[in-house]
């Protein structure tokens, strides 16, 4: 018997955002939320304050390394910087978005989330001290100052997919096929040259910050379990230290207890007391 279809199991296949939203990994839904609010909030707030009230806002939350680095030690600039972009030049963030969707969920479902949160603040975090340090000890005090958007942040996870998957072949163009490694650092180069052309004066100091994020993505991928497992060590050398530490001070309170009851309390020195008493604090502490 021949099975009849009317077509009834067809599903409407129609794009949703929510649905699209909710199919990526949390953090990269979040940091793709928040950055879009971000830029929705900037636009209203250019057209409510006029570009003089605007500048003060973008001096408090974007990067201006002379704060960072000078008097104020504003540091929350280099966290803050990340979910800012170009109000003058929506090309930024809609390329830095488009990046960021195309590779980021990829690279936290291999790395899960814990370490892509460490991987893309770290990145950011790096790029901007990057142009900090090229600001305060390398460029004229003529360049320019200010540095936002998260171009540093998603160029580290372009450096982590490359890590990933280097041999993957990708369609650029959805047409020429091209290996990962290959592909990720064309599109680094032409991020970093999107951000140049994207100012009015060439900017050298964006140029660096996002060169060192993804340098810092590349490290992060190289050095990780290097820098993990010393740490491990380096607590487990802590931790045995501490027992030792305590063997060896158990031993001796039950020598002076021993004196105590075999002399009396009289027989013991101040020093005998002092160390008694710091013994017994350090008891308590641990049980308490």
Not at 237 to 258: I, M, N, P
Not at 270 to 282: C, I, Q, V
Request: glycine content about 6%; aromatic content about 14%; proline content about 3%.
């Amino acid at each position: 018997m021949r099975e009849s279809w009317d077509g009834s199991e067809i599903v409407d296949r129609r794009w949703s955002l929510r649905e699209f939203l909710r199919n990526l990994p949390p953090v990269s839904r979040w940091l793709l939320i928040i950055g879009i609010v971000a830029f929705l909030a900037q636009v209203t707030l250019w057209f409510s304050l006029g570009e003089q009230g605007y500048s003060k806002v973008v001096e408090i939350f974007g990067l201006w390394p002379t704060l960072v680095l000078g008097r104020k030690v504003w540091l929350w600039q280099l966290v803050t910087y990340m979910f800012l972009h170009s109000v003058n030049n929506p090309l930024h963030i809609i390329f830095n978005a488009f990046i960021f969707v195309l590779f980021a969920p990829e690279v936290e479902r291999a790395m899960a989330a814990k370490r892509f949160s460490v991987l893309y603040f770290g990145s950011g975090i790096v790029a901007g001290l990057f142009s900090c340090i090229f600001l305060r000890w390398i460029a004229s005090p003529e360049s320019p100052q200010t540095v936002i958007g998260a171009s540093g942040a998603i160029l580290g996870v372009l450096a982590a997919y490359g890590s990933i998957f280097p041999n993957r072949v990708l369609h650029l163009f959805m047409i020429f096929p091209i290996k990962a490694k290959h592909c990720v650092l064309m599109l680094a180069a032409v991020e970093i040259l999107a951000v140049v052309a994207g100012n009015n004066n060439t900017n050298p100091i964006a140029w660096f910050a996002h060169a060192g994020g993804f340098i810092a993505g590349l490290l992060f991928m190289r050095y990780e379990w290097t820098v993990r497992s010393m740490l491990l060590r380096s607590i487990e050398r802590h931790y045995d230290r501490e027992l030792e530490s305590d063997r060896q001070l158990r031993e001796r309170v039950d020598e002076l207890l021993v004196k105590v009851k075999r002399d009396g309390l009289a027989s013991l020195t101040w020093r005998e007391h002092a160390f008694l008493r710091r013994a017994s604090k350090r008891f308590k502490k641990q049980h308490s």
